[in-house]
């Protein structure tokens, strides 16, 4: 899909809302819609905003983001008039003449819509869109698909060549970098979030950063990696020891690669999030770790790492074809550490395709 | 200055304008005032809030995150009991029987301001802070000063190890990353921004991303970088060429190099941003380039590599002791290339002192 027809899909939807334009301030869907790869450091310095009309279609950037505007956004009408991008898009709907306009509540600043609305004045409605572009951009074409096996074909490759040469009293910040660095030397734009690695009682923290502590023998080692490349996500969490695991690892690893198991067999398309979640959740549950499954199962992945749909307890919307998404249950003990094992795969018509090709238990040889 | 130095100055703020509390959304404000981590994926996933009232301070967050912020925010009590953290700044508000609240405006999505305005009701007056909190930070203690200069001395040492291996044929994407590579092992928790290398007519867009583009001899390469050291920034631009220059880079260096010289003998505390900028700016002006020196003068930097003061041509606060500012002049012809010069400086009460140490014409031998 290009991104003329993703500008038509997006029209039928302001078409169906009867709205004349919408005002794209959330960089992902800027990205999705016009392929421009400006910067933005949030909240407060914006790379550019995208007006799209039924006819006409604007992108509102600065002069310094002009020539690179022009170069990737093919078919927008660059605007680089106005320092205050808010100003901007008002100038820009004014000479559109829309009268009802979309913008992206959960993406827009106040003093952005603040700015809006004492520019347009009473005569334009400004309605809020909630998740419509995010939610547009959850089925995936083949071609976005491919894009995203790339991105975790090197990512697993990566993990692979690096969790081998894993040693004990390497520390967790170094064995990040070195996953960071080859990422980058396979190809990799760079990482799609920060690398985790959380070795020990320090696993026991779902989003830990690398620290200088030492990773010993037997201990669950959590890392959670993703390249970037081509403007694409991939994601993988794998818990991996060296040498000997004891009982308790040994046993929490078995339950939740068996809560893993249960989602990928039994998930499909038209289950909802929350029927999804429950799969692995129901396995923890049974074992006695329920209140250790902290997080929810997963969620999509795309140009964010974190995307619709969403598979947790709250998930009311079904599954479909095209839908890329994490599997990834996990057990936490305050104190010991934690297991997370994490899938990336498609939703088919008639199951789902793991993208994921890392084994699920890696022992490394000291 | 503590984060309870920073939260008093702030109450005095709150006082003088009759506020009882503020909700503090912007990442960098968060970080500044709570010592807090957690990391955001703008625009729509936040690390956390701060609700900060005259007599108590919180720290709204997941529950993910909340054992992190108990360990980063001292004094602050952590609020995880609800996941739609506009509700829960709602929540301690109620709490505290705030009447008058500020947010700040340039940083808090729409869709929290209105979750805000509907769970308060009119009792409560939401009052825009506008940039009040990036404002105190833009005086920096001796403390922050010297986290500054040994983030830039890192940035400098980086840059001249990695410069002096540039050879003809070597690609943009290539230079960048090996300069990546030497912050990182020079101890750097990452790069404050994306590395920049533009060669040759690439050099004429000012924020342009590395090519494969590979670099040859006589022509002028300009590199913009800065180090992320323990949560400030620095920033440092140096146009370096192979071998022998053209007239052309000769003369265009010369011309930007004397505009860095005359801002950096001229500025003092007292002037605003405008009158420092036009110091260089009249020097490119007058050689005949005033067209070419498409962007301000210079920034701020601290916590966040562009942040006030601000030394642009609309720039009419006046500079005070304690602000570290950028001094970049550029000159960018479309087909040549460019050459920018930048160092970092403290304005101190009696002048200015330059923070970078690289020297200023760099010529590598091929």
């Given at each position: 899909?290009?991104?003329?027809?993703?500008?038509?899909?997006?029209?039928?939807?302001?078409?169906?809302?009867?709205?004349?334009?919408?005002?794209?301030?959330?960089?992902?869907?800027?990205?999705?819609?016009?392929?421009?790869?400006?910067e933005?450091?949030?909240?407060?310095?914006?790379?550019?905003?995208?007006?799209?009309?039924?006819?006409?279609?604007?992108?509102?950037?600065?002069?310094?983001?002009?020539?690179?505007?022009?170069?990737?956004a093919?078919?927008?009408?660059?605007?680089?008039?106005?320092?205050?991008?808010?100003?901007?898009?008002?100038?820009?709907?004014?000479?559109l003449?829309?009268?009802?306009?979309?913008?992206?509540?959960?993406?827009?600043?106040?003093?952005d819509?603040?700015?809006?609305?004492?520019?347009?004045?009473?005569?334009?409605?400004?309605?809020?869109?909630?998740?419509?572009?995010?939610?547009?951009?959850?089925?995936?074409?083949?071609?976005?698909?491919?894009?995203?096996?790339?991105a975790?074909?090197?990512?697993?490759?990566?993990?692979?060549?690096?969790?081998?040469?894993?040693?004990?009293?390497?520390?967790?910040?170094?064995?990040?970098?070195?996953?960071?660095?080859?990422?980058?030397?396979?190809?990799?734009?760079?990482?799609?979030?920060?690398?985790?690695?959380?070795?020990?009682?320090?696993?026991?923290?779902?989003?830990?950063?690398?620290?200088?502590?030492?990773?010993?023998?037997?201990?669950?080692v959590?890392?959670?990696?993703?390249?970037?490349?081509?403007?694409?996500?991939?994601d993988?969490?794998?818990?991996?020891?060296?040498?000997?695991?004891?009982?308790?690892?040994?046993?929490v690893?078995?339950?939740?690669?068996?809560?893993?198991?249960?989602?990928?067999a039994?998930?499909?398309?038209?289950?909802?999030?929350?029927?999804?979640?429950?799969l692995?959740?129901?396995?923890i549950?049974?074992?006695?770790?329920g209140e250790?499954?902290t997080?929810?199962?997963?969620?999509?992945?795309?140009?964010?790492?974190?995307?619709?749909?969403?598979?947790?307890?709250?998930?009311?919307?079904?599954?479909?074809?095209?839908?890329?998404?994490?599997?990834e249950?996990g057990?936490?003990?305050?104190?010991?550490?934690?297991?997370?094992?994490?899938?990336?795969?498609?939703?088919?018509?008639?199951?789902?395709?793991?993208?994921?090709?890392?084994?699920?238990?890696?022992?490394?040889?000291?």
């Open positions: 899909m290009s991104t003329t027809e993703r500008i038509a899909a997006l029209r039928e939807r302001l078409r169906e809302r009867a709205l004349d334009a919408a005002v794209i301030t959330h960089p992902s869907n800027r990205f999705w819609l016009s392929g421009y790869t400006g933005d450091i949030p909240p407060n310095e914006s790379g550019g905003h995208l007006v799209i009309g039924l006819d006409a279609a604007y992108l509102v950037t600065s002069r310094l983001n002009a020539e690179q505007a022009r170069q990737e093919a078919g927008f009408t660059i605007y680089d008039k106005e320092r205050d991008f808010a100003k901007a898009d008002a100038a820009v709907i004014r000479e003449g829309a009268q009802r306009v979309g913008f992206e509540d959960q993406a827009t600043l106040y003093r819509y603040r700015t809006l609305r004492d520019e347009l004045g009473e005569d334009v409605e400004l309605v809020p869109l909630d998740t419509l572009v995010d939610d547009l951009r959850a089925v995936k074409t083949p071609e976005e698909i491919e894009l995203i096996a790339r975790q074909a090197l990512t697993d490759q990566a993990f692979m060549q690096v969790v081998a040469t894993m040693r004990p009293g390497q520390s967790e910040r170094e064995i990040a970098w070195r996953l960071e660095q080859a990422m980058r030397e396979l190809g990799a734009d760079g990482p799609a979030f920060p690398i985790a690695v959380a070795s020990g009682p320090n696993g026991a923290l779902p989003h830990y950063r690398p620290t200088d502590r030492r990773v010993q023998a037997g201990e669950p959590v890392i959670d990696m993703g390249a970037m490349l081509d403007g694409y996500c991939a993988l969490t794998r818990t991996v020891w060296i040498g000997q695991a004891g009982e308790q690892l040994e046993h690893f078995s339950v939740v690669l068996a809560a893993l198991d249960a989602a990928e039994g998930m499909r398309a038209g289950m909802t999030g929350k029927e999804v979640d429950a692995a959740r129901d396995v549950a049974a074992a006695g770790y250790a499954f997080h929810s199962l997963g969620h999509g992945v795309g140009v964010r790492v974190h995307e619709a749909p969403y598979l947790s307890p709250r998930g009311d919307r079904p599954l479909e074809a095209g839908h890329v998404v994490t599997i249950p057990i936490y003990i305050s104190g010991w550490g934690g297991v997370r094992i994490e899938d990336l795969a498609v939703v088919e018509p008639d199951g789902i395709r793991i993208l994921t090709t890392v084994p699920k238990r890696i022992v490394v040889t000291p």
